[in-house]
């Protein structure tokens, strides 16, 4: 029976590769269709006929069954394969990453979608030190392409996490349970530890909600923990009404709070209410009146985000946290901690800048960022260079228009766009606005995280 699945699988792939090319279709080329696709939701499901057809274990990863992180990226990449409508989708979008991981594993110049969103490793030959990345809601390991090449340059082994539900197609998240995103994520934390001797834990929005809310379950964590990386975490929602989803979720037949074309190979656009209801109560675990009391602090540096404008995350919650987190450290270790706060110096406590380093980047007139209104939520990991979501990337988000047609398609198609996150004041504007998917202060960026590694991991002779 498990032959019989592999040839299933095999002759799955062959059709979907051929029906690709002979149509030239690839990541780029289906951008082209987003008004048909957001009608036919093509890539808004994922493969039926695998549910029916595979082994369970390649239907979803078995955290609790993997005698290594090698076979977790294995297996993951399987499921990735089996249940993704476009896992062998050509997609001419070659970044560093995807080189150095096409040589180790003997790819195609050419990568497929399968390829670039699958979770990976970037091995030293050594056990010194290693960060773990833990992506957000919606998102894929993708989201770390180009910082992971920074970490990698700077010696570490480089470990990405998957959350289960996603790199797959929009409807994994209609059954979705954080609790799933936990066990993956206290796999992956442990297994990194017993692994490597030095560890950084980042993470992305929910990917780093994920991290506080494992080390705070924790009545002790493992000193070899150095520091925590968090772009953009995801303490609260922004919006007021973002508790009500697991209501609405509860209503028959109503599943989805925005259908949209699903053209981003490396993030889900279309979002169900239960993906909401799932992220709320995680949120919830971290920052919430009824686990202040519970909560556990640890002495280990932040390196933190954010940005004011943030319209996916309310960063006033966000900062709550931080200041909590610091005020437990030591005052040796409080000083290591640092903050880059996109945004007025005016909003921040003075209480928090007497905690932490906190960094204000300033915009130059003739720099990348004189062009763009703020900071987005979304925009925070990735270089301006990244081929996708980069100043040249063809990929434009505009997922904040797909209930208005016009709207949507100027902003996909017109020349002349304006830059940053979603406020309502960017929205009034003219021109359209293009939701940020780059950190115009990414070289500034990567120089404070030079820094704070210098001051927080142990030389080889300690």
Same mark, same amino acid.
């Given at each position: ?15 979907? $590769? ?45 955290? $609790? ?13 399987? &499921? ?140 002790? &964590? ?32 109503? =599943? ?49 985000? $954010? ?23 030591? #005052?040796?270790?409080? #000083?290591? *901690? ?31 960022? *004189?062009?763009?209104? =703020? ?39 017109? #020349? ?6 979603? $406020? ?29 590694? #210098? ?8």
């Amino acid at each position: 029976m498990q032959n019989a699945n592999k040839y299933i699988f095999l002759l799955l792939w062959l059709v979907s $590769t051929l029906s690709f090319t002979q149509g030239q279709q690839d990541c780029l080329t289906i951008q082209g269709d987003y008004v048909s696709l957001i009608e036919s939701g093509k890539y808004r499901f994922s493969n039926e006929i695998v549910k029916e057809t595979s082994a369970k274990s390649l239907v979803a990863v078995n955290f $609790t069954n993997l005698s290594s992180y090698q076979q977790y990226l294995a297996d993951a990449y399987q &499921v990735i394969s089996y249940k993704n409508p476009r896992a062998s989708m050509p997609c001419p979008i070659i970044t560093d990453t995807y080189q150095q991981l096409a040589k180790q594993n003997q790819w195609s110049k050419i990568p497929t979608i399968n390829q670039l969103v699958a979770p990976f490793e970037l091995a030293q030959d050594n056990n010194d030190k290693a960060i773990l990345l833990i992506h957000g809601l919606t998102d894929s390991p993708f989201s770390f392409h180009d910082l992971s090449q920074y970490f990698f340059q700077q010696g570490f082994t480089v470990r990405t996490l998957l959350l289960p539900g996603h790199a797959i197609a929009p409807s994994e998240l209609l059954n979705a349970d954080y609790e799933e995103w936990q066990q993956a994520a206290k796999f992956a934390i442990e297994e990194t530890l017993s692994d490597y001797q030095q560890v950084y834990l980042g993470g992305f929005s929910t990917g780093g909600t994920l991290i506080f809310d494992y080390l705070m379950q924790q009545k002790y &964590v493992d000193t070899k923990i150095k520091g925590l990386f968090m772009w953009s975490p995801a303490s609260k929602a922004k919006s007021d009404l973002a508790w009500l989803a697991k209501y609405i979720d509860a209503i028959p037949f109503v =599943d989805w709070l925005d259908l949209d074309a699903d053209i981003d190979f490396a993030k889900y656009e279309s979002f169900p209410y239960n993906a909401g209801t799932q992220v709320h109560a995680l949120m919830s675990l971290v920052v919430g009146n009824n686990v202040l009391a519970s909560r556990q602090l640890h002495n280990i540096p932040l390196f933190v985000v $954010t940005s004011e404008h943030d319209q996916t995350i309310d960063t006033e919650h966000t900062l709550q946290l931080v200041q909590e987190w610091q005020l437990a450290l030591p #005052k040796e270790q409080m #000083k290591k *901690s640092v903050l880059i706060y996109y945004g007025d110096n005016n909003k921040l406590t003075t209480k928090l800048a007497g905690v932490m380093e906190v960094v204000i980047p300033e915009c130059s007139v003739k720099s990348l960022c *004189s062009d763009i209104f =703020d900071v987005s939520h979304i925009a925070t990991t990735n270089s301006p260079d990244n081929p996708h979501y980069g100043v040249k990337g063809q990929y434009r988000n505009c997922g904040h228009y797909v209930k208005y047609t016009e709207r949507y398609q100027s902003c996909k198609q017109n #020349k002349q766009v304006v830059k940053g996150e979603v $406020t309502e004041e960017n929205l009034t504007y003219d021109l359209p606005i293009q939701r940020l998917t780059y950190n115009p202060y990414y070289q500034e960026m990567l120089g404070e995280i030079t820094a704070f590694l #210098k001051v927080t991991q142990l030389s080889v002779n300690d």
